[in-house]
């Protein structure tokens, strides 16, 4: 596994979720922050939240956690902080160095990288977790689960958000905080609970429940 508190170097090039505005919202604890589809279409995000401690839904996902958790997409740590204290072995990983660092400081460990790339413990995890709208992440929400079960060993779990509309869409969005200049394109998906139910079939991935709290929609998956 790694040593708490471990950080790769991140690359120097401009990339998704390293540029200005992600690291800005996390250095003034609030937004705004949005996606911005190419068509101006702006989605908040939840900032504020982010940076709470775990909240009902997350609770509901923390009691469903089982064994070693791999945080995708972790953000400033909530999540790996959380299970950290429930005694889970927990690993968050975010391509923002910003996230990295804030996940570290709340006593988490985290580790700078892409889900796609070469990630500690893989065919070990027990529980995958892609939450706050990170199923979304490459724009390919069935080739992210087929990784995920690269990740988990044998009776691993995903459990994943999905969007808290019906929706089922891939697009180009940046990053926009209304105060500077807009992030570098990258693609995205958001997918409502029956489109993820479907994404996850076409993985070979099947529902095992799925619920609501506080109007996020979750679902726990098994390969």
Same mark, same amino acid.
């Given at each position: 596994?790694?040593?708490?508190?471990?950080?790769?170097r991140?690359?120097?090039?401009?990339?998704?979720?390293? &540029?200005?505005?992600?690291?800005?919202?996390?250095r003034?604890?609030?937004?705004?922050?949005?996606?911005?589809?190419?068509?101006?279409?702006?989605?908040?995000?939840?900032?504020?939240?982010?940076?709470?401690?775990? &909240?009902?839904? &997350?609770?509901?996902?923390?009691?469903?956690?089982?064994?070693?958790?791999?945080?995708?997409?972790?953000?400033?740590?909530?999540?790996?902080?959380?299970?950290?204290?429930?005694?889970?072995?927990?690993?968050?990983?975010?391509?923002?160095?910003?996230?990295?660092?804030?996940?570290?400081?709340?006593?988490?460990?985290?580790?700078?990288?892409?889900?796609?790339?070469?990630?500690?413990?893989?065919?070990?995890?027990? $529980?995958?977790?892609?939450?706050?709208?990170?199923?979304?992440?490459g724009?390919?929400?069935?080739?992210?689960?087929?990784?995920?079960?690269?990740?988990?060993?044998?009776?691993?779990?995903?459990?994943?958000?999905?969007?808290?509309?019906?929706?089922?869409?891939?697009?180009?969005?940046?990053l926009?905080?209304?105060?500077?200049?807009?992030?570098?394109?990258?693609?995205?998906?958001?997918?409502?609970?029956?489109?993820?139910?479907?994404?996850?079939?076409?993985?070979?991935?099947? $529902?095992?429940?799925?619920?609501?709290?506080?109007?996020?929609?979750f679902?726990e998956?098994?390969?």
């Amino acid at each position: 596994m790694t040593t708490p508190g471990e950080t790769t170097r991140p690359p120097t090039a401009r990339a998704p979720w390293r &540029d200005d505005p992600y690291a800005r919202a996390l250095r003034a604890g609030q937004g705004p922050l949005f996606l911005r589809r190419t068509d101006g279409w702006l989605m908040p995000l939840e900032v504020e939240r982010w940076l709470a401690d775990a &909240d009902a839904g &997350d609770e509901s996902v923390l009691a469903r956690c089982r064994g070693a958790v791999l945080d995708v997409g972790c953000g400033p740590g909530r999540l790996v902080a959380a299970l950290a204290e429930r005694g889970h072995p927990a690993l968050g990983v975010d391509v923002s160095p910003a996230a990295v660092t804030r996940t570290v400081r709340r006593g988490g460990t985290a580790l700078c990288r892409s889900v796609f790339g070469p990630l500690p413990g893989e065919g070990r995890w027990t $529980t995958v977790l892609l939450l706050d709208g990170n199923i979304g992440i490459g724009g390919d929400p069935a080739a992210l689960l087929v990784r995920a079960a690269e990740l988990l060993g044998r009776d691993g779990r995903v459990i994943a958000e999905a969007a808290p509309v019906e929706v089922d869409e891939r697009c180009e969005v940046r990053l926009d905080d209304g105060r500077g200049p807009l992030g570098v394109p990258f693609p995205w998906a958001r997918v409502g609970p029956e489109a993820l139910h479907r994404h996850a079939a076409r993985a070979g991935w099947t $529902t095992v429940h799925s619920w609501t709290v506080s109007g996020r929609s979750f679902a726990e998956l098994a390969p």
